[in-house]
């Protein structure tokens, strides 16, 4: 369980293929003089498990299912990830609990700078659209967001300066495509309304 609440911007030092999945080895001095074999982290919003620890180097490994359902296939050597380490019992909660468990791949439609400000839209499909509502909570990249508009087609979150300079969200362009965790409540809401629906 993660709070959204990105810990640091590491930098992916190699993505090494090991059929059908691969390798992906991160550089973050502080994590891992933390960090211990098995451990989950969250690499853009996605858990993982340490496989390594080498120094100042983590490794994970990450399996066809994951790379073909999250934005992590795209890393290459160079790439920044957004990094948090996964919650311990008596840890503040700062954003929305976070599960780690990506529901799908959105991609930013529209972005509008204000000075050092941004206010992003993305989209996303119908089924995660449909667990969003306006001053929710919903994961970008494994960023914890406050949802500020939703329509059947997209969403918008407004980034202040701090967000946008400590996260992967700062560097993101339209086109870009991020890993979309919608609010745990969100899903249990609608498993007990629809369960009710159809009584």
Known sequence: M????VQSLAEVIDVVAEPPGVRLI?????LASESNLGDSIAINGCCLTVVSVDGDRLAFQAGAETL???????LAA???VNVESSLKAGDAIGGHYVTGHIDAVGTLDQRDDDSEW???WFRAPAAQLAQMAGKGSVAVDGVSLTLVNV???RFSVALIPHTLSVTTLGLRRVGD???I???VLAKYVERVVSNNASA
Do not use: A, Q, Y
């Not at 993660?2 to 609440?5: I, V, Y």
């Not at 991160?26 to 502080?30: E, F, G, H, N, Q």
């Open 2 to 5: 993660f709070t959204g609440l």
């Open 26 to 30: 991160i550089c973050d001095s502080k």
């Open 68 to 74: 073909s359902r999250t934005n992590l296939g795209e």
């Open 78 to 80: 160079g790439s920044h």
């Open 118 to 120: 941004c206010t992003m």
């Open 151 to 153: 329509d059947n087609r």
């Open 177 to 179: 495509r991020v890993n």
């Open 181 to 183: 965790e919608t609010d």
